[in-house]
Each structure stands twice: as structure tokens, then as C-alpha cells.
């Protein structure tokens, strides 16, 4: 059973920088996306970025695009979120989600197999 641990979330003022982990276990995951999802209070769950284990390819909504940086390293497992020029409308629980990649819709959080339990970023002013 795949499980996902997130950790590195924060208190971070506006402007400042954040690294967000996700370590992942309990599968072979070279077939499979892994990818950020963030929900604030009274939101829906929002895409944020996505890598696809085997080859690196990353992709970014537009809202985090330039600021947002998504990274892995295979030997661990563990993917990575940095986060730059934070702004306080990035403030939610971020999660780190994987599928198999021929069976998701990237920006669809419903097409994931796996969640992590989230981890709590706030930025403040």
C-alpha cells in the first residue's frame, strides 16, 4: 500500500521561502505522477504542481508558476515542493497526492490514488 508523509510546513512571513517534503513508500513508483495540491479554508482542493517520477517533468498552475519549484530524489523517494516569494493568498494545507500516470487527469484531485494527511502552511504579513 502506497503511503505519503508530508512535512516542512510553517509560519512564514510574506516574501520569505518554504520546503515542503513528501516521502512516499510502499510502491515502485517509475509509472506514477506525484504531484501538490493545496485547499484553503472554505476552498476547494487547488493543483499546484505536478513531476512525473520517471524522467522529471514538471508542470505548474499558473498561480505559483516562476515562484514554485517541484523536485525528487528517487534514491529517497521523496518529492519536494520550494516555495518562493510567498504570498498570503498561499496560505492552505498542502498535499501531496500519486497516480498512475495514464490513469489521472493532472489538475483533477479526484483522479489520484494516494494522499498524504496534509501539512499546514501560513503566510503572514
Known amino acids: 500500500q502506497v503511503q505519503l508523509v508530508e512535512s516542512g510546513g510553517g509560519l512564514v512571513q510574506s516574501g520569505g521561502s518554504l520546503r515542503l517534503a513528501c516521502a512516499a513508500s510502499?510502491?515502485?513508483?517509475?509509472?506514477?505522477?506525484m504531484a501538490w495540491f493545496r485547499q484553503a479554508p472554505g476552498k476547494e482542493r487547488e493543483f499546484v504542481g505536478r513531476?512525473?517520477?520517471?524522467?522529471?517533468?514538471?508542470y505548474y498552475a499558473g498561480s505559483v508558476s516562476g515562484r514554485f519549484t517541484i523536485s525528487r530524489d528517487s534514491a529517497k523517494n521523496t518529492m519536494y515542493l520550494q516555495m518562493n516569494s510567498l504570498k498570503l493568498e498561499d496560505t492552505a494545507v498542502y498535499y501531496c497526492?500519486?497516480?498512475?500516470?495514464?490513469?489521472?487527469?493532472?489538475?483533477?484531485?479526484?483522479?489520484?490514488?494516494?494522499w498524504g494527511q496534509g501539512t499546514q502552511v501560513t503566510v503572514s504579513s
Open positions: 510502499g510502491g515502485t513508483f517509475s509509472s506514477y505522477t
Open positions: 497526492a500519486a497516480g498512475i500516470r495514464w490513469q489521472i487527469s493532472t489538475t483533477l484531485p479526484s483522479t489520484y490514488n494516494y
Open positions: 513531476i512525473m517520477w520517471s524522467g522529471g517533468s514538471t
